[in-house]
């Protein structure tokens, strides 16, 4: 099943990446390998998507502030973000992160930024 790369879609992207590339020095000094969305099983990916829409959605109705939706995105979708962190990690998606406790501080961080952006650009009418 293809996956579209929507705001949405990034923001997966970007938090399964997201700590991926905290570690040692050594692991930061490797290239990335790039993130392939498709290796992730679809029932994780749709259901992240639905969440983090469905806050963006609510925020945007409260008019919340931006961070706001950074908090909401990481309390509001716990569970599905840390069933795509640990799909992307299955699936060797996740570059040196090796466990979802390890990683999900900085997945939430980075899930909330990126919800962020793409709730400033609705905001905007872009």
């Not at 962190?85 to 040196?96: K, W």
């Given at each position: 099943m293809k996956h579209q790369i929507t705001g949405l879609s990034l923001v997966l992207a970007a938090l399964t990446l997201s700590a991926l590339t905290a570690g040692p020095v050594s692991a930061q000094a490797q290239k990335p390998a790039k993130l392939d969305l498709k290796a992730i099983p679809a029932a994780e990916v749709k259901a992240m998507s639905a969440c983090v829409r469905s806050v963006l959605n609510r925020l945007q109705q409260e008019s919340a502030t931006i961070r706001a939706v950074k908090l909401a995105v990481g309390e509001d979708c716990?569970?599905?973000?840390?069933?795509?962190?640990?799909?992307?990690?299955?699936?060797?998606?996740?570059?040196?992160?090796?466990?979802v406790e390890g990683c999900i501080e900085q997945a939430r961080t980075r899930a909330g930024n990126e919800a962020a952006v793409d709730f400033q650009r609705q905001r905007s009418g872009r």
């Open positions: 716990d569970a599905q973000l840390r069933a795509v962190l640990s799909a992307a990690i299955r699936v060797g998606q996740a570059g040196p992160c090796k466990s």
